[in-house]
């Protein structure tokens, strides 16, 4: 063989075992009656999507879901990019590698634990709440556990060093020149930053923002430990059915609605991930 | 001395099933009895066999585990409710209880519970039940009698539930006066727990949130199970009490059973005759706080003052458990359908 093709086949290799294959399972499953195992019947239906639609709560929790997904992208932005730019540009040295661990720190340990770690520290009479006693001299209670709240500061706390690296990286990539350049020629502060290091480190951010809000639409471990009775979104529904009911029908079809709706909202921002290439 | 019978009972039982040393693996619910160090050493020391413990949040999760991992396990605890299911799925298998010196001991009606033993076979040795009903916080509130106190406008934001469509359905028509295992009336359940809905602060779903969410003030009245409850008084100390509420509680009876496929089917059985063991039971319950046992010499053995003889061990109690049965998938369906519109609705 020659061309590309012996060269790229281990890529297409992997992308079919990795990514294919279980997609495609999952599409099947969602597509029959019940699941085929343990000699139960099965027929080809499209009933799984037509539940979607019977049932307008459904839809209602992937609204909230993706309400959590654009809030935690948001915040996620506004802490990291901020860091990202004080790592990239003003700390220089041994301080900058020591920064750098601390942020990618949170990796090193099991998501799970990051939650709990959480939970300790939102609850009543938890960390925060005695941290804020100390401090005020008037008597607070913070309370945050089993709030919406609480699940955004835990999703917040568990992507965030997806922004601030990427945004790091392009950041770093900025030349210095065009930035003194633009000072000589009077631009403010301001100004610089909206048209000059915003745009050039906007591939970086929409790429974090991507990594971000994917996964939070679909979260389920964070809501479920740290909302209480708030916690129930689309990725819990989903979570249930495969769970709670052993209805893997229904809740493939359910993760593939939210697959879809993931892909149009990425396509509609589209646009904007194109002109920061 | 208990320990030195308890070593010399489960010699007896491995003499008795000549059996060569083996790894059992169990499949059980995290920290319920057949993982206690103590219980395990015991029964590794007489036997030989070492004993493996893989665990489950849910019993859909246990059949799920059963079904994608056949002859990865040989010992699994299943909620009477599900055994049936699992038997004609062909998950497990029946047991041959002769040579099983604790057996006879099974009161009748648990051991031979049709949803236990059918077709002229035992499918799941009864091991120990309980009831699903009230704990509360003895220190925060009066003693409620009924469930009608989940609903209490003064115990809004005080309500510790779990998030089990099931169980939600049925603590709805035990209080709207129906059958837990024959629900007529949907939409009184349904209304009924749109106006839970507001009274719930937290959604507990393990032992150790229990305990941890009362513990922190979480919530002061909650649903629990009986042998939970006498676990948090007993081994961690927690101020609470367990009140079978005077429209009825939600009753369970665990077995243990032999998963299909399973290679050491000996060594299981010897292990499962230990768990019913008295010996075994007394020492579960008085130093870590147990369900209720199924064998009757073992509850006899207990103290007087147990949990277990005081609070289920009362006639007037016991009448108004009922014990669950099985459901069908299109019901669970329907019932965690309603409970998640009802919990979506709710945010």
Request: aromatic letters at 12%.
């Given at each position: 063989m020659r061309g590309p093709v012996p060269l790229l086949a281990p890529a297409y290799l992997w992308l079919t075992l990795a990514v294919f294959l279980p997609l495609s399972a999952m599409g099947f499953f969602s597509l029959v009656?019940?699941?085929?195992?343990?000699g139960r019947a099965w027929t080809l239906t499209l009933d799984n999507y037509a539940e979607f639609l019977a049932r307008p709560f459904y839809a209602q929790l992937l609204w909230r879901s993706l309400e959590l997904g654009a809030v935690v992208t948001g915040l996620c932005l506004l802490i990291g990019a901020p860091c990202a730019w004080v790592l990239a540009r003003t700390i220089r040295g041994r301080w900058r590698e020591a920064l750098f661990i601390l942020v990618i720190?949170?990796?090193?340990?099991?998501g799970l634990v990051r939650v709990f770690s959480w939970a300790i520290a939102l609850r009543g009479g938890g960390v925060l709440d005695w941290a804020v006693n100390a401090i005020l001299p008037w008597d607070v209670r913070v309370n945050l556990m089993f709030s919406w709240w609480a699940v955004v500061i835990g999703l917040v706390h568990s992507y965030l060093p997806y922004v601030i690296l990427t945004g790091y990286v392009a950041m770093q990539a900025i030349d210095q020149r065009l930035i003194e350049a633009a000072r000589s020629l009077g631009a403010s502060r301001r100004m610089i930053l909206w048209r000059i290091v915003l745009p050039l480190s906007l591939p970086g951010l929409a790429a974090g923002a991507v990594l971000v809000f994917v996964p939070v639409v679909g979260s389920f471990m964070e809501p479920r430990i740290l909302g209480?009775?708030?916690?129930?979104f689309f990725g819990t529904v989903i979570e249930d059915q495969f769970t709670a009911v052993f209805n893997w029908p229904l809740g493939a079809a359910l993760s593939f609605i939210l697959l879809a709706v993931v892909l149009a909202v990425l396509a509609a921002a589209a646009p904007i991930l194109r002109r920061s290439q | 001395m208990t320990r030195t019978a308890a070593i010399a009972i489960a010699g007896a039982i491995a003499l008795a099933a000549g059996a060569q040393a083996a790894e059992i693996r169990v499949l059980n619910w995290?920290?319920?009895?057949?993982?206690?160090p103590w219980a395990v050493a015991a029964f590794e020391k007489a036997t030989g066999h070492t004993v493996v413990h893989d665990y489950f949040n849910s019993e859909q999760e246990m059949l799920t585990r059963l079904r994608t991992n056949p002859?990865?396990?040989?010992v699994v605890l299943i909620n009477s409710a599900f055994t049936r299911q699992a038997a004609a799925e062909g998950l497990i298998q029946p047991i041959d209880?002769?040579?099983?010196?604790?057996?006879?001991?099974?009161?009748p009606n648990l051991a031979g519970n049709p949803e236990l033993a059918f077709d002229g076979k035992?499918?799941?040795?009864?091991w120990v039940w309980g009831v699903t009903g009230i704990a509360y916080n003895t220190e925060a509130m009066d003693r409620p009698d009924s469930l009608e106190v989940f609903w209490d406008p003064a115990m809004k934001g005080r309500v510790g539930w779990r998030d089990d469509a099931l169980e939600s359905v049925q603590f709805a028509a035990l209080v709207t006066g129906q059958s837990i295992n024959d629900i007529r009336d949907l939409d009184a359940v349904r209304d009924r727990l749109a106006r839970l809905m507001p009274q719930i602060r937290v959604f507990w779903s393990s032992e150790n949130d229990w305990n941890q969410f009362l513990a922190a003030g979480e919530f002061d009245v909650a649903t629990y199970w009986s042998g939970s409850a006498a676990r948090s008084k007993t081994?961690?100390?927690?101020p609470v009490e367990f009140v079978i509420p005077r429209e009825g509680a939600i009753g369970w009876l665990d077995g243990l059973s032999i998963p299909a496929g399973s290679a050491n089917v000996e060594a299981a059985k010897a292990f499962i005759d230990w768990m019913i063991d008295p010996e075994f039971y007394v020492k579960w319950d008085t130093e870590v706080g147990a369900p209720a046992s199924a064998n009757l010499k073992a509850a006899a053995a207990l103290?007087?003052?147990a949990f277990n003889r005081r609070v289920l061990g009362d006639p007037a109690n016991i009448a108004r458990v009922e014990i669950m049965k099985p459901v069908s998938d299109a019901d669970r369906e329907r019932f965690l359908a309603l409970w998640q519109e009802l919990k979506a609705a709710a945010q």
């Open positions: 009656s019940d699941i085929p195992v343990g720190l949170p990796f090193w340990s099991n209480g009775r708030a916690g129930t | 995290k920290g319920y009895g057949t993982d206690e002859g990865a396990y040989d209880t002769a040579g099983m010196k604790n057996v006879a001991d099974l009161a035992v499918w799941g040795v009864a081994h961690f100390g927690l103290p007087e003052d």
